[in-house]
């Protein structure tokens, strides 16, 4: 066994923590870039972000160019505004795409070129930083990507309809303020797909080949809190315990990426978001009980773990009894929580099938590679016909 | 609910990892003040680590002044010459002194006076580090401390009987390379004592008024892995499953008290070594099932939840049942991998009691308000006669 704990992201939780954003962001300057998810303008958070980072003494410049599956047109658009601004920070306040966009502006404002250069893509001449970003500053306002405990940002390429991840230590935020009232206006559509977002992480994390010590208590912590809190979030949206402890979920299953990585149910959401603009939780709950079917006997064991802990009534079955049970489970509980969606019903055609797979082939390796089963490219096909 | 997730370390962590200290060494440079257990002069440890080190250009100059308990003078000493040489970095090789050393001298290289003069003590004018040491690489050979965790630095300082410690983010380690194989030779008593050590943290933490989620999630699964690999790891010292498992025990007992601290135990543990020069580990379990004992019920569900990890039998008996078991369940533990150990077997007398509380009072109030229960001065007294 050989693994690596690398965490460098100071992680403030709690109900109120927003408002420490002031003394959290000055000490790393006097003005940042701020990138705003577009749906705040002008709400109480932003006026409140605004206020206490101002008492502070930092300025913050709104950049409210946020687009659901970030492109790369806007985000080199921003990062060309660092470039030519005189910034010390970033602070990224929203949901995934948000915080996305502001982790590839940041960490462009100190490298050349252009964001896709710096994604993940088989065969493509990658661009790997060369110094650090600027610092980073995260504010989730969903619980779901994790992205504030992550060094991924992932990013859209609409002219090419792909969408792939920058991976890089570098882009970890320095820190990130994730404060569960802040999630308490989610929508329960909003609430439940991004919570199957964040399941899904400490999931893949836990079943991928490379899952570890550390990455798989961190998981399994993460589904805990899931199991416990996602109908009551998605039913009942200002129960602050059920918000809290997806937060937690939420911050837990990306600890778990940044160590193991995900799988397959990645493999093929992201393309699919690339391909259809479908939102990235949908994407994952579209196939995730189909991936777990078709993966079923070899991850048995884990997956069990995980069926117990969603369905403690299977407490005394047999391993392999628990384990065939998932697939099951997840629909039941997707369906439950309103998330009971189909790579069709966001748009995919039947003739698109062949050139999405070759898309899952070339772009999303890394996560093939960390799936318990080998997926070869007629599998991938397959789990695709599965999921329409 | 609000708390803080900090952990600025890298942890390489596997058998053989010990191999790759030249590649990690040289991000931080090409000097090395290297701290080395006198124990590991001349050893095969200490030549393959320099080895690696001078293949990767790192030249590492030894310095093995180091002692159990470190004192001010030594410490003080080596600060010295790192500050009178050119080096990059320290490297720290050993048990939890040698690591401290380091810890120490890496941060008075760059900050003047002292090391005494930075450690906590309630009512003294404390030091704090103006800026950050040289970075510190530290590689454990016993698993107990968690040094290799935490963001503190236990100084002994003779000429007074006390034992302080320097607490501060700038203590921690840049990266710490957990190499179980490096732990193989430990001894039985020291297997044993050093193990107690590593439980302590994990318990006074998961116990700690300071407890939170991510704390308590590294606390628990560190007490799992104590609980079904130390009589093991001391009966067959070779045995690399229940070593690798006590590493990982004692690292994740350095997490969880890296973000909440310990309690009673350590405050009346570290002061005796102070007065006596007692094995740290030995203080820990002289006092352990003593302050369990006077703390119930306070801390009645968390006793439970321990109790039963380290005896599952108890499953089905209630909270306070299986609380009510934790001090016994302890000392037949110690009893049975020989760490069935006195105050007064280390040599504390009657008439130094008093003065001996005195320290606990005066420097130990971190650990005091971290525990469930408030301990008066004359608590602190008799649990001191409790353990004589």
């Given at each position: 066994m050989r693994f690596k704990v690398n965490f460098p992201v100071e992680i403030f939780f709690g109900e109120g923590e927003a408002d420490h954003i002031g003394e959290?962001?000055?000490?790393?300057?006097?003005?940042?870039?701020?990138?705003?998810?577009?749906?705040?303008?002008?709400?109480?958070?932003?006026?409140?972000?605004?206020?206490?980072?101002?008492?502070?003494?930092?300025?913050?410049?709104?950049f409210y160019e946020v687009v659901p599956n970030p492109t790369v047109e806007l985000i080199d658009k921003g990062a060309e505004m660092v470039r030519n601004g005189n910034y010390d920070m970033v602070i990224a306040i929203g949901g995934g795409s948000s915080i996305d966009t502001g982790k590839a502006i940041a960490l462009l404002a100190t490298n050349e070129g252009s964001c896709w250069e710096y994604t993940e893509r088989l065969g493509a001449n990658v661009v790997r930083p060369k110094v650090k970003g600027l610092p980073l500053i995260s504010v989730p306002t969903t619980a779901g990507t994790g992205s504030e405990a992550?060094?991924?940002?992932?990013?859209?390429?609409?002219?090419?309809?792909?969408?792939?991840?920058?991976?890089?230590?570098?882009?970890?935020?320095?820190?990130?303020?994730?404060?569960?009232?802040?999630?308490?206006?989610?929508?329960?559509?909003?609430?439940?797909?991004?919570?199957?977002?964040?399941?899904?992480?400490?999931?893949?994390?836990?079943?991928?080949?490379?899952?570890h010590p550390f990455s798989e208590m961190v998981a399994l912590e993460s589904i805990k809190r899931f199991a416990g809190n996602i109908v009551e979030a998605v039913k009942n949206g200002s129960d602050i315990k059920a918000r809290r402890e997806m937060a937690l979920a939420c911050t837990f299953g990306g600890m778990a990426i940044a160590h193991a990585g995900t799988t397959v149910p990645h493999a093929l959401g992201q393309p699919l978001s690339g391909l259809t603009n479908a939102p990235h939780g949908g994407t994952i709950a579209a196939c995730l009980p189909e991936v777990v079917e078709w993966t079923l006997p070899v991850a048995a064991e884990k997956f069990a773990v995980v069926a117990e802990?969603?369905?403690?009534?299977?407490?005394?079955?047999?391993?392999?009894?628990?384990?065939?049970?998932?697939?099951?489970?997840?629909?039941?509980?997707?369906?439950?929580?309103?998330?009971?969606?189909?790579?069709?019903?966001?748009?995919?055609?039947?003739?698109?099938?062949?050139?999405?797979?070759?898309?899952?082939?070339?772009?999303?390796?890394?996560?093939?590679?960390?799936?318990?089963?080998?997926?070869?490219?007629?599998?991938?096909?397959?789990?695709?016909?599965?999921?329409?």
């Open positions: 959290i962001a000055k000490k790393y300057g006097k003005t940042a870039f701020a990138v705003i998810d577009p749906f705040l303008k002008g709400s109480a958070v932003e006026e409140r972000v605004e206020r206490k980072l101002t008492e502070a003494g930092v300025e913050a410049v709104p992550t060094p991924y940002a992932v990013i859209n390429n609409p002219a090419i309809h792909q969408k792939c991840t920058i991976v890089s230590p570098m882009v970890f935020p320095v820190a990130s303020i994730v404060d569960p009232e802040l999630m308490m206006t989610m929508p329960p559509a909003l609430t439940a797909l991004t919570g199957v977002d964040a399941f899904s992480h400490a999931f893949e994390s836990y079943i991928n080949v490379n899952a802990i969603l369905d403690p009534s299977l407490k005394t079955e047999s391993v392999n009894q628990k384990a065939s049970r998932l697939p099951l489970i997840l629909e039941n509980l997707f369906k439950e929580i309103g998330a009971d969606v189909t790579f069709g019903g966001y748009g995919l055609k039947e003739d698109e099938i062949e050139g999405f797979a070759d898309t899952v082939y070339t772009s999303f390796q890394l996560d093939l590679k960390g799936h318990p089963k080998v997926a070869t490219r007629e599998d991938i096909i397959y789990l695709i016909r599965q999921c329409m």
